[in-house]
């Protein structure tokens, strides 16, 4: 059975360190792209960051970016989102999911096939609050 699952998450001061880790089961992660995706009360789904096991590349978003780091440990079958300088606006529950392309993409390229819906594997999330 293919499995996603996402932890790490909770309250924390802002200016505070979270990091969240999606585990994954039943696939490796070889030619998949590993995204996080937060999503607010009232606010629209957003991708945060992406990791390419086709070339290592990264992608973050304008407002993460400088803050947030993803890694991915592949021995474990397990990608990182270490978050710094949090701020009360990080507030979300943030998701993993997992994209496969048989050719070589870009995390950025990546990040956009999936934030239009391309997944194949979207795992439940974890609340991170922060508060001012």
């Known amino acids: 059975e293919v499995q996603l699952q996402a932890s790490g998450g909770g309250l924390m001061q802002a200016g505070g360190s979270l990091r969240l880790s999606c585990a994954a089961s039943?696939?490796?992660?070889?030619?998949?792209?590993i995204g996080w995706f937060r999503q607010a009360p009232g606010k629209e789904r957003e991708g945060v960051s992406c990791?390419?096991?086709?070339?290592?590349?990264?992608y973050y978003a304008d407002s993460v970016k400088g803050r947030f780091t993803i890694s991915s440990d592949n021995a474990k079958n397990t990608v990182y989102l270490q978050m710094n300088s949090l701020k009360p606006e990080d507030t979300a529950v943030y998701y993993c999911?997992?994209?496969?392309?048989?050719?070589?993409?870009?995390?950025?390229?990546?990040?956009?096939?999936?934030?239009?819906?391309?997944?194949?594997?979207w795992g439940k999330g974890t609340l991170v609050t922060v508060s001012s």
């Open positions: 999911a997992a994209a496969h392309f048989p050719s070589i993409l870009t995390a950025a390229q990546a990040m956009g096939v999936m934030t239009q819906g391309g997944m194949d594997y």
């Open positions: 039943g696939f490796t992660f070889d030619d998949y792209a």
């Open positions: 990791i390419s096991s086709s070339d290592g590349s990264t």
